[in-house]
């Protein structure tokens, strides 16, 4: 079994429109255009079990309609990151439709012009830890390096002391290109982190050294599809020569409990 905690994927209508924005925005081009059924077609392709499908609201307004079609493609094969907003006022309404209907909630702080750690936004994350819902925060730098870092480990360290039970994933491995802040701050802790865009920033023995320095049963297997094949970081991870007991726990037993599959 292998669940992908982080990929992505937009409506058929507008999938074409994202895969522009994201190429110029990043500078790389996607494997394919970011559709549901491609998703799928990776996903057999390369034994994948469950992927979970994040999306982020740039606006606002984006969050009803964007869970409302989170809600719609949601399946025993894809599960769903919901979208949130700081500045959308019905978040409290959203977030029990989420609960109902979802699997928990992505934030991109950098696209949401927010720090992680503002208290403007500690209200929500009370409810979100009440609720018992995993979030999923971008962290580090942007692909792009044209954003501010709004992610940085030591802020979502600040999130972890201050909502001990918020079940935190930081994506990228804590925080792309911010490796030493994540050896310094995040290692060790009880946050989870996921793989994407992790494998082949450093050197394969740092790696392998900082994946096991992690709790593990908080190492998450993410492939960031469809900026990149999850194939590559499975034949990555397959070469680190992990135990296997650790493997099988970033592949799909932590994701499994977590996702309550």
Known sequence: MIIDIHTHAWPQKIARKARVNL????????????????????????????????????????????????????????????ALHPEYKFWKDELRKIKINGDGIKLQPEFQDFYVDERRVYPMYEEIERLGLPILFHCGKELSGTMLVRSSPHRILKIRKRFPRLKIIAGHFGGFRLWKEVKKYLLGKDIYLDTSFFFGYLPRKEIRGMLLRHPGKRLLFGSDFPLTDPKNDLDYLKGLGLPEGLRKRILYLNAKELLQI
Do not use: D, G, H, Y
């Open 23 to 82: 190429e110029s925005l990043f500078k790389i081009k996607l494997i394919c255009l970011p559709t549901e059924k491609a998703l799928l077609r990776f996903m057999k392709k390369n034994n994948i079990s469950v992927s979970v499908v994040c999306a982020v609201a740039t606006k606002p307004e984006q969050v009803s309609s964007i869970n409302a079609w989170l809600f719609k493609i949601r399946s025993r094969r894809l599960r769903v990151f919901c």
